[in-house]
């Protein structure tokens, strides 16, 4: 079995009010992208500067369209009130640095979002908007609504003449097929077959904390609710819908031995490992890192993910899941051959019992 490093663990649950503006300024955008509501940063004439992915998934807009523009006028309209761009006016006045809350409505085409809002100043030049969704809802009426953010293909009208694709969602899609993995994975044979292991753990541990976000908007579209706050099977469902639709296969999370501890989930007809072609070993370390930090998430805790037998060894893709704690008694019942998952759990039982030197 190839080691594998321990990556950091994901960044800790935090509410939006025990964010810091100072903390938040020395986030990269990537740090950004990994937190689980909105995060606007603005100039003092409300000029969008920082916009993170949280945000551009639930308001359905691409970023990259967003940038520069007017965010009271432009990005979001509804939000040119009083109640809204009038408190941020008066704190880009006072030279306080804030928090400064308030609960309002987004109105957008597709639905209203009931939110909590806070604004923090962070120098002289770039204040933050962070905004945590409480409920959605159907499209206000007229009289009710003021004036709705704009579609994405308002603000980028004819991209399907530039080759953009698309989701329901408005992010943008590409299409990529499985040669594209298998050169990939050819190249890193020939380059540095060695390091393939931590490369795709680590790769797939940051697509995980991404992917999380974009569950976290479906959860809210689909049940009002944050992944958090559903049930284990409807938070499964959830992420089982999201890599079938993307063409990964069928995911199946089995836990029936739960109470020893470990747990196991299947991806049949696995695109990553048929891309890769055959092997003597289990390839997919991109989907152990992506389920490592998806499980992470779910459980509020620290797990271990490997990959027990594969679709390039013409078995069927299993993972087994562990806490960090039992990672030990996992690799060891690895090391010993026992790649079969009946095999795995029964030594992984023998070993965790077994006192610990």
Same mark, same amino acid.
Not at 120 to 128: K, N
Not at 215 to 243: D, I, S, V
Not at 252 to 257: I, L, M, N, T
């Given at each position: 079995? *190839?080691?594998? @490093?321990?990556?950091?663990? %994901?960044?800790?649950?935090? &509410?939006?009010? #025990? $964010?810091?503006?100072? +903390? !938040?300024?020395?986030?990269?955008?990537?740090?950004?992208?990994?937190? *689980?509501?909105? @995060?606007?940063?603005?100039? %003092?004439?409300?000029?969008? &500067?920082?916009? #993170? $992915?949280?945000?551009? +998934? !639930?308001?359905?807009?691409?970023?990259?369209?967003?940038?520069?523009?007017?965010?009271?006028?432009?990005?979001?309209?509804?939000?040119?009130?009083?109640?809204?761009?009038?408190?941020?006016?008066?704190?880009?006045?006072?030279?306080?640095?804030?928090?400064?809350?308030?609960?309002?409505?987004?109105?957008?085409?597709?639905?209203?979002?009931?939110?909590?809002?806070?604004?923090?100043?962070?120098?002289?030049?770039?204040?933050?908007?962070?905004?945590?969704?409480?409920?959605?809802?159907?499209?206000?009426?007229?009289?009710?609504?003021?004036?709705?953010?704009?579609?994405?293909?308002?603000?980028?009208?004819?991209?399907?003449?530039?080759?953009?694709?698309?989701?329901?969602?408005?992010?943008?899609?590409?299409?990529?097929?499985?040669?594209?993995?298998?050169?990939?994975?050819?190249?890193?044979?020939?380059?540095?077959?060695?390091?393939?292991?931590?490369?795709?753990?680590?790769?797939?541990?940051?697509?995980?904390?991404?992917?999380?976000?974009?569950?976290?908007?479906?959860?809210?579209?689909?049940?009002?609710?944050?992944?958090?706050?559903?049930?284990?099977?409807?938070?499964?469902?959830?992420?089982?819908?999201?890599?079938?639709?993307?063409?990964?296969?069928?995911?199946?999370?089995?836990?029936?031995?739960?109470?020893?501890?470990?747990?196991?989930?299947?991806?049949?007809?696995?695109?990553?490992?048929?891309?890769?072609?055959?092997?003597?070993?289990?390839?997919?370390?991109?989907?152990?890192?992506?389920?490592?930090?998806?499980?992470?998430?779910?459980?509020?805790?620290?797990?271990?993910?490997?990959?027990?037998?594969?679709?390039?060894?013409?078995?069927?893709?299993?993972?087994?899941?562990?806490?960090?704690?039992?990672?030990?008694?996992?690799?060891?019942?690895?090391?010993?051959?026992?790649?079969?998952?009946?095999?795995?759990?029964?030594?992984?039982?023998?070993?965790?019992?077994?006192?610990?030197?």
């Amino acid at each position: 079995m *190839p080691a594998l @490093v321990e990556l950091s663990p %994901p960044p800790e649950p935090q &509410l939006v009010s #025990n $964010l810091e503006a100072t +903390r !938040l300024e020395s986030r990269t955008d990537e740090q950004l992208d990994e937190l *689980p509501f909105g @995060v606007i940063a603005l100039s %003092p004439e409300g000029v969008v &500067l920082r916009y #993170n $992915l949280a945000e551009s +998934r !639930l308001a359905r807009l691409d970023r990259t369209t967003v940038y520069g523009r007017d965010f009271f006028r432009e990005v979001a309209p509804c939000t040119a009130t009083e109640e809204f761009q009038g408190r941020f006016t008066k704190l880009v006045a006072s030279g306080e640095p804030g928090p400064v809350r308030f609960s309002y409505v987004f109105d957008f085409t597709f639905g209203a979002q009931e939110v909590e809002v806070e604004l923090l100043r962070a120098g002289d030049a770039r204040y933050y908007l962070l905004i945590n969704r409480r409920r959605f809802f159907e499209p206000r009426a007229p009289g009710v609504r003021r004036a709705p953010a704009p579609r994405q293909s308002d603000l980028a009208p004819r991209e399907e003449e530039l080759g953009v694709v698309r989701d329901a969602s408005a992010a943008r899609l590409l299409t990529v097929s499985a040669p594209f993995w298998a050169a990939m994975r050819a190249t890193w044979d020939r380059v540095a077959p060695s390091g393939y292991a931590l490369f795709g753990y680590e790769w797939g541990f940051r697509w995980g904390r991404t992917a999380v976000i974009d569950l976290e908007t479906q959860a809210m579209a689909a049940h009002g609710k944050g992944l958090m706050e559903l049930p284990m099977r409807a938070a499964l469902e959830l992420l089982a819908a999201h890599l079938f639709d993307a063409g990964w296969g069928r995911l199946e999370v089995d836990f029936g031995s739960a109470a020893d501890g470990i747990f196991f989930a299947e991806l049949e007809r696995n695109a990553w490992a048929e891309a890769v072609g055959r092997a003597q070993a289990p390839r997919c370390h991109v989907l152990s890192g992506f389920f490592r930090a998806v499980f992470c998430h779910l459980a509020q805790k620290l797990v271990t993910v490997r990959e027990l037998s594969c679709a390039c060894q013409g078995k069927t893709c299993t993972f087994a899941v562990v806490s960090q704690g039992k990672k030990s008694a996992l690799d060891e019942a690895i090391e010993r051959g026992k790649t079969d998952r009946d095999q795995t759990l029964a030594a992984f039982r023998e070993l965790s019992r077994a006192p610990r030197s």
